[in-house]
Each structure stands twice: as structure tokens, then as C-alpha cells.
């Protein structure tokens, strides 16, 4: 899963519009399934239940607030 951190390089700071999110899920869902040769109907659900991965928008949030979290502790410390 090397693709990943790439496509989400610096999503952290500027956070995606819901058009860019959508084509980062759909991206994220088509190289799993072609991973795992999953069939091109299988839920979301099974895929990520299967790779163990959260989805797109789940993973730059956390990305964000740990980047936010790490802020605000350094302006404190």
C-alpha cells in the first residue's frame, strides 16, 4: 500500500472538497479490489473488512487531527 501515502500527501493541511474525496475513495476502493481481485460489486464494507484499511475521508481526518493535536501540544510544551 505504497499508493496511499502519496494521494494523501499534505491532505492533512488543505482539506479535499467532497469532489476530491469522492474521486480519492473511488481511486482507493478500484486499487483494493484489484488487490485483493475482488469482483467489481463487492461492498465497501467487505473491502475494507478484507484490507483492514479505513476509507479515504476516514484516514485524512485522523491524519488532521493528529496534525492539529501535534500543534497545539508544541505551542503548550
Known amino acids: ?45 467487505a473491502i475494507y473488512l478484507l484490507s483492514g484499511l479505513l476509507p479515504m475521508e476516514a484516514m485524512i481526518h485522523k491524519s488532521a487531527i493528529v496534525t492539529f493535536n501535534s500543534q497545539v501540544v508544541s505551542v503548550w510544551l
Open 1 to 45: 500500500m505504497f499508493v496511499i501515502p502519496i494521494l494523501m500527501y499534505g491532505l492533512e493541511i488543505l482539506l479535499p472538497n467532497r469532489c476530491l474525496l469522492y474521486k480519492l475513495k473511488l481511486a482507493q476502493k478500484r486499487l483494493n479490489e484489484q488487490l485483493f481481485m475482488l469482483h467489481i460489486n463487492t461492498p465497501d464494507v
